[in-house]
């Protein structure tokens, strides 16, 4: 049988496993169509509210990239809420249902700054009847409603959590699916919660809160409005590891279909998000540096990488890293290593020496311009090979 990325995500059939992530490029029906056209599986729209009060007035600018080396590694934004009502999405919805049957639209709920159960409830039977395919519900936004009790901060509180999450289920047949935050030191408590409350699934990570830097002149942090700036979600590669991690943690401890999102540049990266658990890959970042036309290489790459792997379908890698992730308190003690250089790479460039005496054991030295390690000080943590420019230095087994 041939490889299919065609998929199941929580009762809905994805054509791949490839989502638009609730966010810039979500923010209207008509490019979510240009990306289904492009050959994205689904989109979640920009997050709604019930009442957008202070939607309306977004702050200019709200996003900045945080680069390494002139590469961009992430953005930061304060970026809020789609600014149109609910009746535009709710037609915007039925018109991309109508024309694009076979892509999955996920509605994204949040609430305003108070808390109230017949807003979520009326909010959700709204977009049910609209023909939305599920429900993302935004417990994890990590800036702007954050402040003002909302996304993040209810994502932190697993009773919260249950309660909002049984208000939607409640209300629909359709996948519920609460967007869970990385903000918090219990994430699989957290996953369990939702399932508890009746989640179908659960969507991790959103953007972390940060920082991006401070202009060392006048005193001001970046983004700048008018003088004066706030904290921010920061998201893309920068946050990927932490994604992973919480990806991972929530399959493993719920058992729940996961949608990741953090990271996901590539097919590559998206390999690895469905090895950790996941069975739905969204993106924001990439798409916001590369464009839509991104997904013809995630396609492309992720069926090549099943073809020869020999896996026929998503479920027969999902989750596949899980059982190789331990307490670290159980990772083996006797499994002993040195770093070995290979010579005949090595330019002698003494990056490796620096770091091990500077780090703890001085190890390495240089002879005739080569690096040279002893083996009775090294305590074979790694960070040579890491930091060596031409990879010449190999963990070698004792
Ligand atoms: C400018 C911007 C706006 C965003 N708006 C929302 C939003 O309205 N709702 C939401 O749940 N997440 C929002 N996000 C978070 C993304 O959906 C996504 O979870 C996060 O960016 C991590 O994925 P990425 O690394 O692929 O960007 C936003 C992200 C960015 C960069």
Redesign the pocket.
Same mark, same amino acid.
């Given at each position: 049988m041939k490889a299919t990325t065609k998929t199941n995500f929580a009762g809905i059939t994805l054509l791949n496993p490839f989502i638009l992530?609730?966010?810039?490029p979500a923010t209207n029906p008509e490019i979510i169509a240009r990306s289904f056209e492009q050959g994205w599986g689904g989109a979640i729209i920009?997050?709604i509210q019930y009442t957008p009060r202070w939607i309306k007035r977004n702050v200019n600018p709200r996003?900045r990239a945080v680069k390494d080396n002139n590469q961009i590694i992430g953005?930061t934004?304060f970026?809020i809420?789609s600014p149109k009502s609910l009746e535009e999405w709710a037609d915007g919805i039925a018109w991309l249902k109508k024309n694009y049957p076979e892509h999955a639209v996920f509605c994204?709920l949040l609430h305003t700054d108070v808390l109230i159960e017949e807003e979520w409830r009326e909010i959700t039977r709204m977009f049910d009847e609209a023909g939305a395919d599920g429900f993302e519900l935004?417990l994890? +936004?990590s800036h702007g409603q954050a402040e003002s009790g909302c996304g993040a901060v209810l994502g932190a509180d697993a009773e919260k959590i249950k309660m909002v999450t049984s208000w939607v289920r409640e209300e629909t047949n359709k996948p519920v699916m609460p967007?869970l935050t990385a903000l918090t030191v219990d994430v699989p408590g957290k996953g369990l919660a939702a399932k508890e409350a009746g989640a179908d699934a659960i969507a991790a990570?959103?953007?972390m809160s940060s920082l991006p830097g401070i202009d060392i002149k006048t005193f001001t942090p970046y983004n700048t409005v008018d003088g004066m700036s706030a904290f921010q979600?920061l998201?893309?590669k920068a946050?990927k590891p932490v994604a992973l991690r919480c990806v991972a943690q929530l399959a493993g401890a719920t058992g729940l279909p996961i949608s990741a999102?953090?990271?996901?540049y590539t097919w590559k990266d998206a390999v690895e998000f469905i090895l950790a658990g996941a069975k739905s890959v969204?993106? +924001?970042?990439?798409v916001?540096q590369y464009g839509y036309g991104i997904i013809e290489d995630f396609n492309r790459g992720l069926l090549k990488y099943m073809e020869e792997m020999g896996f026929e379908t998503i479920d027969d890698f999902c989750g596949n890293a899980l059982p190789n992730i331990t307490r670290q308190i159980e990772l083996s003690r006797d499994y002993k290593l040195y770093a070995g250089v290979a010579s005949e790479k090595c330019i002698g460039c003494g990056r490796c020496i620096t770091s091990c005496s500077d780090n703890g054991y001085g190890a390495m030295s240089l002879q005739n311009n080569k690096a040279v390690n002893n083996r009775n000080k090294c305590d074979g943590c790694g960070l040579c090979a890491q930091i060596c420019p031409k990879s010449c230095i190999i963990m070698t087994h004792r």
């Amino acid at each position: 049988m041939k490889a299919t990325t065609k998929t199941n995500f929580a009762g809905i059939t994805l054509l791949n496993p490839f989502i638009l992530a609730s966010a810039p490029p979500a923010t209207n029906p008509e490019i979510i169509a240009r990306s289904f056209e492009q050959g994205w599986g689904g989109a979640i729209i920009k997050t709604i509210q019930y009442t957008p009060r202070w939607i309306k007035r977004n702050v200019n600018p709200r996003i900045r990239a945080v680069k390494d080396n002139n590469q961009i590694i992430g953005f930061t934004n304060f970026e809020i809420g789609s600014p149109k009502s609910l009746e535009e999405w709710a037609d915007g919805i039925a018109w991309l249902k109508k024309n694009y049957p076979e892509h999955a639209v996920f509605c994204s709920l949040l609430h305003t700054d108070v808390l109230i159960e017949e807003e979520w409830r009326e909010i959700t039977r709204m977009f049910d009847e609209a023909g939305a395919d599920g429900f993302e519900l935004n417990l994890s +936004c990590s800036h702007g409603q954050a402040e003002s009790g909302c996304g993040a901060v209810l994502g932190a509180d697993a009773e919260k959590i249950k309660m909002v999450t049984s208000w939607v289920r409640e209300e629909t047949n359709k996948p519920v699916m609460p967007k869970l935050t990385a903000l918090t030191v219990d994430v699989p408590g957290k996953g369990l919660a939702a399932k508890e409350a009746g989640a179908d699934a659960i969507a991790a990570i959103n953007t972390m809160s940060s920082l991006p830097g401070i202009d060392i002149k006048t005193f001001t942090p970046y983004n700048t409005v008018d003088g004066m700036s706030a904290f921010q979600g920061l998201s893309g590669k920068a946050i990927k590891p932490v994604a992973l991690r919480c990806v991972a943690q929530l399959a493993g401890a719920t058992g729940l279909p996961i949608s990741a999102t953090g990271g996901a540049y590539t097919w590559k990266d998206a390999v690895e998000f469905i090895l950790a658990g996941a069975k739905s890959v969204q993106v +924001c970042s990439a798409v916001m540096q590369y464009g839509y036309g991104i997904i013809e290489d995630f396609n492309r790459g992720l069926l090549k990488y099943m073809e020869e792997m020999g896996f026929e379908t998503i479920d027969d890698f999902c989750g596949n890293a899980l059982p190789n992730i331990t307490r670290q308190i159980e990772l083996s003690r006797d499994y002993k290593l040195y770093a070995g250089v290979a010579s005949e790479k090595c330019i002698g460039c003494g990056r490796c020496i620096t770091s091990c005496s500077d780090n703890g054991y001085g190890a390495m030295s240089l002879q005739n311009n080569k690096a040279v390690n002893n083996r009775n000080k090294c305590d074979g943590c790694g960070l040579c090979a890491q930091i060596c420019p031409k990879s010449c230095i190999i963990m070698t087994h004792r």
